[in-house]
């Protein structure tokens, strides 16, 4: 009898689950379980390896209908085309497209995989501060980074000048080594060369065999115009320097909003505050706004409300898309003075007596009551 776990119980799925249901759990555990995210875990790398042998099975309609026939006899002895994993590779190999191509390096700064051969740069990643003022215009920005190159001393070989990397005899320059255990052949990286197939005999005194070494760097960025928060742009090979022969890693940069004495958005809208006097209120006027742009003019309505809120077109942020722009919403309050003169003060007094002889003796609470009733 096998000693494997049950496939749908590996995956934490029904025996009735649809297709669907068995990728998301399939993606779900390989995030988790990925050996970036979990460096040195031999557990974690185990359960990563477990859930796609299980993928691999439970995913395609064929081995789905042998297995739930025969269990796992239907693949003992290399029968039915079942698993087929010697390595990690073989699993980035067969699923990139679900666990999502290089998303292992836009999330957890991996190194991205791309089988055998030179291997792409590490991934960087920073958080770009942005004033509401250069959303709505975007801007160009240089930013200064730390980042991984090239030993200048080795040109990345990580050799000494004058000498080379040797062939790791262990491996014979395969950068694998390969053991096998009952009908299982397991293919792992050559622990003396630690995969890279070579030996440095006399390592480079600059990076002490690295070949590379920690640099400034200057990187222009545009930032479109609307961009909103958490909004992530990528910057192509302006990260990591890969293997001699491979491209840079990427930079991803991601937006934050730096908070607005005055406006808060509202998607490609725009919010504020604007105190005016109760006669302007009641009686109407023309007043100059405050806008991301400059300044521009309202006319508030005879009798409008506290808190009403009015709206200018057009004076909120770009879309990002370019089709057009949002608008800026004005709420209006009454901003009372707190010192009179005697003048006001009387005017204020009259006011208050005649708006009582117009209203009659009913009283605000019964007013209140009136209206619910």
């Known amino acids: 009898m096998s000693d494997k776990r049950d496939f749908y119980e590996v995956l934490g799925v029904e025996r009735g689950a649809n297709e669907d249901e068995i990728k998301k759990s399939y993606r779900k555990l390989a995030l988790k379980y990925h050996p970036d995210r979990n460096p040195g875990d031999k557990g974690a790398e185990a359960k990563f390896k477990e859930a796609a042998e299980a993928y691999d099975v439970l995913g395609d309609a064929q081995k789905r209908r042998q297995y739930d026939q025969f269990g ?19 699993i980035f190999s067969a699923f990139g497209d679900i666990l999502g191509g290089q998303m292992f390096g836009d999330l957890f700064g991996g190194q991205r995989r791309r089988g055998s051969g030179p291997q792409a740069g590490r991934d960087l990643k920073i958080v770009l501060d942005l004033k509401l003022e250069e959303i709505d215009s975007g ?70 065999g690295s070949g590379r070494e920690s640099v400034r760097a200057d990187v222009k960025i545009k930032i479109p115009a609307g961009v909103e928060e958490g909004m992530r742009l990528r910057i192509g090979e302006q990260g990591d320097a890969g293997d001699p022969g491979a491209p840079r890693g990427d930079l991803h940069c991601v937006i934050r909003e730096a908070e607005h004495k005055i406006f808060q958005r509202s998607g490609a809208d725009v919010i504020t505050e604007i105190p005016v006097s109760f006669a302007q209120m009641t009686l109407g006027d023309t007043v100059e706004i405050p806008t991301l742009r400059g300044r521009a003019e309202m006319t508030i309505p005879a009798g409008t409300q506290s808190g009403k809120i009015l709206r200018l077109r057009g004076q909120g942020l770009p879309v990002l898309d370019g089709r057009g722009r949002g608008d800026q919403h004005v709420r209006l309050f009454v901003e009372v003075p707190k010192k009179l003169s005697e003048r006001q003060k009387e005017l204020l007094k009259e006011f208050a007596e005649l708006d009582t002889k117009n209203s009659g003796n009913t009283s605000f609470f019964d007013k209140i009551v009136g209206y619910f009733s």
Not at 72 to 90: I, L, Q, V
Not at 174 to 193: D, E, N
């Open 139 to 208: 801007i160009e920005r240089t930013i200064v980074i730390k980042r991984e190159d090239h030993c200048g001393g080795c040109k990345g070989s990580g050799a000494k000048h004058g000498t080379s990397r040797k062939t790791c005899e262990a491996c014979g320059g395969r950068g694998q080594v390969s053991r096998t255990q009952g009908f299982f052949a397991m293919v792992t990286p050559c622990p003396t060369c630690s995969g890279a197939g070579s030996r440095i005999e006399s390592p480079c005194a600059q990076c002490r």
């Open 72 to 90: 796992h006899r239907a693949f003992e002895g290399g029968a039915g085309g079942g698993p087929r994993f010697h390595n990690m590779e073989d």
